[in-house]
């Protein structure tokens, strides 16, 4: 593998080449080298698992962050997060557009989180089916069957609570409300999926949580 690219010539084996690329300095070197090796994991001949392989492992300090971010909210199944970040990442590098991307670890990294919460909405939409984003999480938390180590609290009078005042709230509200405060995204993230502007975010997402505290303190 190293043999056939001016840029990778420099390393005879894999323990050096990753001590580069974790190593401080020289990023636009350190960019063309997992460009390279990019192009042998989409080339599809015999160095193509090597390359995925050390694309992976060059990788693992960003993923390692990923994790520790993502892990509060797959806390009832770890492997599982594992499994699907490992899913993302690699299915992102064989669809990597390298006429498009300028910097592969950055776009790889990034486009493997944004995935992970995407695919986690999604599933909160599918087990709700009509209910509204609000009462979808609600509902997968509670879920026992889903999460047999938790106990049930569809009943628990505090659990009912705050869904009904949920639904007091303006629907944009609450969506946005659920989507940082539950989901874990940022209020930028949350603005640009929703299709407002950060600002407006950030107002409604102070609003929608003051007047939340308002209604349970009433209650």
Avoid at 70 to 97: N, S
Avoid at 107 to 133: D, F, G, H, V, Y
Wanted: proline fraction near 5%; aromatic fraction near 4%; glycine fraction near 6%.
């Amino acid at each position: 593998m190293c043999g056939r690219d001016p840029d990778l010539a420099a390393w005879s084996e894999p323990g050096a080449l990753l001590a580069f690329l974790h190593g401080p300095g020289d990023g636009e070197r350190k960019n063309r080298v997992l460009r390279h090796l990019v192009a042998i994991a989409q080339a599809g001949d015999t160095p193509r698992q090597a390359a995925q392989i050390t694309l992976l492992l060059a990788l693992w300090p960003g993923l390692d962050a990923i994790y520790r971010r993502c892990l509060w909210r797959f806390r009832y199944d770890p492997e599982r997060l594992a499994t699907d970040l490992l899913g993302e990442v690699t299915a992102g590098l064989h669809k990597l557009r390298l006429d498009r991307v300028e910097w592969i670890a950055a776009t790889l990294l990034r486009n493997a989180e944004r995935n992970l919460r995407r695919a986690e909405i999604a599933e909160c939409k599918a087990q709700a089916n009509s209910l509204e984003i609000t009462d979808e999480v609600i509902h997968r938390e509670a879920d026992p069957t889903a999460r047999p180590d938790v106990a049930c609290v569809a009943d628990d009078p505090r659990a009912s609570t705050i869904m009904r005042h949920l639904a007091d709230l303006p629907p944009g509200d609450a969506a946005l409300l659920v989507a940082v405060a539950v989901l874990g995204e940022t209020q930028h993230e949350a603005a640009d999926r929703l299709g407002i502007t950060h600002d407006a975010a950030r107002k409604r997402y102070q609003r929608a949580l003051a007047r939340l505290r308002v209604s349970l303190g009433d209650d």
